[in-house]
């Protein structure tokens, strides 16, 4: 968390009120999330500069600007980005403070302290902040055939594939899982076992659940909110994930929590079996 519905949703918020304000100060209040360049650097840099446009590529938020500069942010587990004004109290691991033109701020918090900033010419920005590795976008540029030829050259459990962001970019955990079960598919198959109709279930089940997550702006727990402190709503919708021991909504049978490479997974071991499932 947060995930690529999650990034797109904080994306389209702040869209509706940056452009055309400008940094007038910069707080850095824990300089390590600042990557490039160094905190003083960057906060001397970013003062003056004017948003111009918001993109976000995977879980990466890209901030243009103006003078041919952008930011990079990417929230990891905890980050906030929250638009709000200037008499609002500050919350507790408010890490960054952009002062800008209108009087109001745009506030990064961040409780686990993994996200990172970076600030550079829009020509080495994707570089620095390591975005050039990203694979698909799973909305925008997702190919078929290529995503089954890929699948096909992959030994490793499918759910570890699917959050591998140099193969798509943006999927976590909440949205593998979902998507497997939409698709059927046990999280622990190799991906080179799918067949083709599998393959193609799980590339549906990918578009259909992150749009829906985007649709729902996004999927709040505990610590992810929109760019103005607004919860998303996917939760009540998800089929597996959190789900453990509750009856499938399809079968009946308990969902099941294990951990499979490393993370853990949400599935049906009726729905999902271990073996194909057309």
């Known amino acids: 968390m947060p995930e690529l519905p999650e990034v797109e949703t904080v994306r389209r918020t702040l869209l509706e009120f940056l452009p055309g304000l400008t940094v007038t100060d910069v707080s850095v209040n824990l300089p390590r999330i600042i990557k490039y360049p160094d905190p003083q650097k960057f906060a001397q840099e970013m003062a003056g500069l004017t948003f111009c446009d918001i993109e976000r590529r995977g879980k990466y938020l890209k901030f243009i600007l103006s003078g041919g500069m952008a930011l990079v942010v990417h929230l990891r587990m905890t980050g906030q980005l929250r638009y709000s ?68 050259k992959r030994k490793a459990s499918i759910k570890g594939v699917l959050l591998d962001q140099r193969l798509i970019a943006g999927i976590g955990n909440i949205y593998a899982d979902e998507a497997l079960f939409m698709a059927r598919i046990h999280p622990a198959r190799a991906a080179n076992s799918l067949t083709a109709s599998e393959v193609e279930r799980l590339h549906k089940a990918i578009c259909q659940v992150l749009q829906a997550g985007v649709d729902m702006r996004g999927t709040s ?43 853990s997974s949400h599935f049906c071991p009726r729905c999902q079996r271990a073996s194909a499932v057309e």
């Open 221 to 263: 727990f505990s610590d992810y909110v929109d760019g103005l402190g607004r919860s998303g709503s996917f939760q009540h919708h998800l089929a597996v994930y959190g789900k453990e021991g509750e009856p499938c909504f399809i079968c009946g049978s308990p969902i099941v929590r294990e951990r499979i490479g490393g993370r």
């Open 85 to 152: 004004t200037s008499d609002v109290p500050i919350p507790r691991h408010t890490h960054v403070i952009f002062a800008l033109s209108n009087g109001r701020q745009l506030r990064y918090t961040d409780i686990r302290q993994f996200g990172t900033m970076y600030l550079a010419t829009q020509e080495a920005i994707e570089r620095i902040a390591g975005m050039e590795r990203l694979g698909w976008e799973p909305l925008s540029d997702f190919p078929l055939l290529e995503f089954a030829a890929t699948l096909q």
